[in-house]
């Protein structure tokens, strides 16, 4: 067994005081300036979450952070997928006209990728002077890793198994983040079946901590301080929260998506394709039920384009039913205190358990 | 957040020296006399696995148990279920009739229920000077656990979610075994659709030791000192093993699923209704693999029944197509090691993470 000494590796490599990671979540305006700035300002590694970002705003965001610290901190992008190939989408649309009719809404009209142009923006981040590039689903090609590494910028690529750990450490990424399946959002496997990559957090994180010599971040269900420790004692050299940090004052989830999270059990998330395509856990609303399993889904990120007009007027409307609602497994431990204080609870907590 | 002053609670309540229990292991012989005895005398808690066991049977390795130590172990049974009902299993025997052939075995016959009367179970259990009795699945009848509280049994019952946690506690059980989603073996779920309680380890304890006033014991993926240090500072009271006592030397596993175990990796385990009927995490083989999600898979337990010839013909022949290979997460950070050895490396390593 291997003794972790590893808990101080990541704030070194980062120039941060505390390995306390806000994770970038994508979409639904979340990973506002404010609440990146405050946990970099706390001390931890706030992350903008970027994926569905044009590049304009990714260089207006990032101007907005480094207004507001000047201290680290990370964009994140999803890694470029094979397009989805020719769908017909009209039988999800037809599905998904009911609960437009209901909302108000003008019918669905035929989805097209979410994505900017990928290059564009890595040329945002490389301009952006963000200390970190953190990526999920895959990974980038070489020549940006490469691109990304002359302007020292710090490379973060996710994991879900020990094989997409080693596949990062070939691609020379610096840190590992190991996703374990408590992670609200986008399952981040991209080497194996979905299901093969469902590993609990507790379980993932020593055997990619053994497999790997570089640092390895623990993320999936880490909430408090006894998460956080747990992190550092399976030889983690930081970790990753998500859900913990949408509920502070500074993140900008809509209201009744906070709600949602504020009110969770431990048994109310499901992994689902039903909101974008590819394996994501949430709470379980409409959406998720009425669309599950059906073969109508669309690849992703079609699925993504296609419900997306009703997710984000359900968002507007306060209607959980047909909101995005990406959550991990602990989010009855969530609070709605503001992130600084919630990076310092979570070092005084977990310091109190050593 | 409760600061976790926990960890010694559960040695006093079992008067064991290390809060460290050998998970109780049901069918293939595994949790042998000198594997209960060796993790007892070195501390922990041994479990015999007695669920499949005919009373005597359970009367006489008790009896072996007492001969080799005397200090407390715990007899562990399965939750009375619903009869199955009437169902046709011939679809099923004729798709394990190829099997049986490639094995050299006579044609399957119809499966009955493989459990003797809980009722007698009980009866050996209360002769036997068990300190402990552990249970999953479900919750015994209330006269059960008055009869073994009487005896001063300690009861520890198996919850997957919170709200199974709090179903334990209100039927007074003393200890509460939280089941996360890595762990190897049948899904203990009992009050929820098995996909509900698919809470990571690391989610699900934290979440239980807040909703309940009695000991909680961590199970799921803990393998090494990284792990049982991981269940102290989320707030367990102990951690509970199986796979990790697996490859021990006194474990009686076949040589073959030894093998399987310590080649193991963490993306190679599903679960699957293909052994039992029950939802059960396991390497995946020929059995899982080909059985999975078929619509003619029997009800617990009679899938049981009628793959138990093959699986131990196959374990006898040391075939993995065919075997059980129940299996935690985390299999790859096994040691072939004896048990009092692994109890001791446990807690020494766990100790150098306070």
Redesign the interface.
């Known amino acids: 067994?291997t003794?972790?000494n590893a808990w101080r590796q990541l704030s070194v490599w980062l120039g941060i005081k505390h390995p306390i990671i806000q994770a970038p979540m994508a979409g639904g305006g979340i990973t506002t300036p404010e609440l990146v700035a405050a946990v970099s300002n706390a001390g931890g590694l706030g992350s903008i979450g970027a994926a569905y970002m044009k590049p304009e705003e990714i260089v207006q965001l990032a101007r907005r952070v480094r207004e507001l610290t000047d201290r680290p901190y990370a964009i994140n992008l999803f890694a470029p997928q094979p397009p989805p190939g020719d769908v017909d989408p009209s039988r999800m649309l037809a599905l998904l006209a009911r609960y437009h009719q209901e909302l108000g809404l003008p019918p669905p009209t035929p989805p097209a990728s979410p994505f900017p142009s990928f290059e564009e923006q890595v040329d945002a981040i490389v301009e952006s002077g963000a200390r970190a590039f953190s990526f999920t689903l895959g990974i980038p090609p070489d020549a940006v890793l490469e691109r990304l590494r002359a302007r020292r910028v710090v490379l973060m690529g996710t994991a879900t198994?020990?094989?997409e750990a080693k596949l990062l450490e070939e691609a020379r990424v610096d840190i590992i983040v190991a996703q374990?399946?408590?992670a609200g959002g986008h399952r981040g496997t991209f080497a194996?079946p979905f299901?093969?990559?469902?590993?609990?957090?507790?379980?993932?994180v020593?055997?990619v901590v053994?497999a790997v010599r570089i640092p390895v971040v623990a993320s999936?269900?880490?909430?408090?301080?006894?998460?956080v420790?747990?992190a550092r004692?399976?030889?983690a050299s930081g970790a990753q929260l998500g859900t913990a940090f949408l509920t502070c004052p500074e993140s900008g989830a809509a209201p009744a998506y906070k709600a949602a999270i504020r009110a969770a059990?431990?048994?109310?998330t499901?992994v689902t394709r039903a909101l974008s395509g590819r394996p994501a856990r949430g709470l379980a609303n409409t959406l998720t039920e009425e669309l599950k399993d059906l073969e109508v889904l669309l690849p992703y990120p079609l699925q993504h384009s296609a419900t997306s007009p009703l997710r984000g007027a359900a968002a507007a409307q306060g209607d959980p039913r047909f909101m995005t609602l990406w959550s991990?497994?602990?989010a009855?431990?969530s609070r709605a205190i503001p992130a600084a204080e919630l990076v310092r609870?979570l070092v005084e907590?977990?310091e109190?358990?050593?």
């Open positions: 067994m003794v972790p198994t020990v094989r374990g399946s408590e194996e299901e093969a990559g469902m590993v609990g957090t507790l379980a993932l020593p055997q053994d999936g269900g880490i909430m408090d301080g006894r998460g420790a747990a004692v399976l030889g059990r431990d048994d109310m499901v991990g497994q602990a009855a431990l609870e907590e977990s109190r358990l050593r």
